[in-house]
């Protein structure tokens, strides 16, 4: 019996999925062993379908783009079904002396171990042999609004995941949190509400406060729900031109202040964008991938994503994460 090592991670995607993806070699699509080349779409249909998913998925990538722009992603493959990390306690305070040799007391950190499950995150749809047949007869494009509406599904669960977590997948008693539903995170009321403008600037400076007890000072990225973030683009009446979204902006603590169509009515959250407080693991990005129906009738294809958003807890229980409400 031939058995098949799997070497590229495309090999190995396609070997969990049960689909693949075309190698397009010049002009022409290269089709794997054992498939029928006529049953699928020619170089320029496929390249069409496939970069309509990835434009129009990223249009909505936000608080997950951010991370990724950040560097904080760590690879692995769909061999990880649940990804685990430590943090380590911190040792005692050091000794001032004139002899290191002396033997003293010594100390070991501490370890704790968290973990998430690594997902699959998908969205279907298909294109019949006669559509595709139709288009080419008409010397017309195929239509890619089912792909590029896909894609957006999976980018848009991803952003919600990392937001507002996923407690659906559970995995050795774990599910997903995010920056809103964490435990550790810190929980704060704003010093009134953003539609008068003199109670946001005092609330991040509280938000800022707090966090540099916790050890984190930034820098923070904010996002918050599209209400408070026009309502931060109202000018003060004391002859400066600011608007409170630039001075909160001109903090040295803040990164920027963003909307998110995520985010709650009322509600931002304060993010230290740092490997010990936010990264993704990622065992399959964002692609395309398809099969055929046993009659040929279909070509059915698979925008999907195998990552998760690893937000985290320190030794001490604590996060570089504060959630604001009643803004």
Not at 138 to 155: K, L, P, Y
Not at 244 to 262: A, T
């Amino acid at each position: 019996m031939d058995v098949k090592i799997l070497k590229t991670q495309d090999e190995i995607n396609g070997f969990v999925t049960n689909s693949w993806r075309p190698l397009v070699k010049g002009n022409e699509v290269v089709v794997p062993e054992g498939i029928r080349a006529n049953a699928f779409l020619n170089r320029e249909e496929w390249e069409r379908l496939d970069s309509a998913v990835i434009a129009r998925a990223r249009q909505r990538l936000n608080a997950w783009q951010d991370v990724v722009n950040a560097g904080l992603v760590t690879r692995t493959t769909l061999a990880e079904e649940y990804s685990k990390w430590r943090v380590a306690s911190e040792r005692i305070a050091a000794e001032v002396n004139m002899d290191f040799r002396t033997q003293r007391g010594e100390d070991r950190t501490d370890r704790k171990t968290y973990g998430v499950p690594v997902p699959i995150v998908s969205a279907q749809f298909s294109i019949g042999r006669r559509e595709l047949l139709v288009a080419r007869s008409a010397g017309s494009d195929i239509e890619t609004f089912e792909a590029e509406e896909a894609g957006v599904a999976v980018a848009e669960k991803l952003e919600d995941m990392l937001i507002n977590g996923e407690t659906s997948i559970v995995v050795q008693g774990s599910d997903i949190p995010g920056y809103t539903t964490l435990t550790a995170r810190y929980e704060g009321t704003a010093e009134g509400d953003f539609g008068t403008i003199s109670n946001i600037y005092p609330t991040f400076i509280e938000a800022i406060t707090q966090m540099a007890s916790d050890r984190y000072y930034g820098p923070f990225g904010v996002y918050i729900a599209n209400t408070q973030y026009f309502e931060m683009q109202e000018y003060y009446a004391d002859g400066t031109g600011q608007t409170p979204l630039q001075r909160v902006e001109g903090m040295p603590q803040i990164s920027f202040v963003k909307p998110n169509d995520l985010m709650t009515a009322g509600e931002f959250v304060m993010v230290q964008l740092t490997r010990e407080v936010v990264d993704i693991r990622e065992a399959m990005a964002m692609e395309n991938r398809r099969w055929v129906s046993p009659d040929e009738s279909r070509i059915h294809f698979v925008v999907m994503a195998a990552a998760v958003p690893r937000v985290k807890t320190d030794y001490a229980g604590e996060s570089g994460i504060a959630h604001y409400s009643s803004c």
